[in-house]
């Protein structure tokens, strides 16, 4: 019996059949498909993804089994703020491409609330130890990203979607 993991990504379609190539480069965790276990965070992104693309925010729904991929692919997880994921982050960022050679990448994101620290130790104003320091004050938010097709096709399975503000 497989343990799944309701995920769910936020943007401006339903997506029934995520692709990993379509992503943006130099993202957190690399150019895959991005999902979040947590229901808020993907419905705050569809809301500020549909004032950009003048378009209805949608959060597609999808399960996810967790338990087979991570011990079938090489997975990275970064369970708090610390040294590694700030240097794995600021590598992508910058176009490193560290996220080459994982097929699966979870944890905490750059987001509004800890970009300027991030940016900050990226333009060299700030050391690792001070970027982390400030950083242990914020509860991590979730992230996954998915660098495998197959993996996607394999594990990840599209349930609904959401029109948020019309469904919700």
Not at 70 to 95: D, H, M, P, Q
Not at 131 to 142: D, E, F, G, S
Request: hydrophobic residues 35%; aromatic residues 12%; charged residues 20%.
């Amino acid at each position: 019996m497989y343990e799944v993991l309701t995920v769910y990504h936020g943007g401006t379609d339903e997506i029934q059949s995520p692709l990993v190539h379509v992503g943006r480069p130099n993202l957190d965790f690399g150019p895959g498909f991005y999902i979040t276990d947590l229901y808020l965070q993907a419905k705050e992104w569809a809301e500020q993804v549909s004032v950009l693309r003048n378009a209805s925010p949608v959060v597609s729904v999808y399960h996810l089994r967790q338990q087979d991929i991570i011990g079938n692919c090489n997975a990275k997880i970064f369970t708090e703020y610390n040294t590694e994921w700030l240097e794995f982050v600021t590598s992508n960022r910058l176009g490193k491409d560290v996220w080459k050679g994982y097929d699966y990448v979870e944890g905490g994101i750059a987001n509004d609330r800890v970009i300027n620290t991030v940016r900050l130790y990226m333009n060299g104003f700030i050391s690792a130890d001070e970027a982390i320091r400030r950083l242990k004050y914020y509860k991590p938010t979730n992230q996954i990203c998915i660098l495998s097709q197959r993996l996607l096709n394999e594990h990840l399975t599209f349930v609904d979607s959401i029109k948020i503000g019309a469904d919700e």
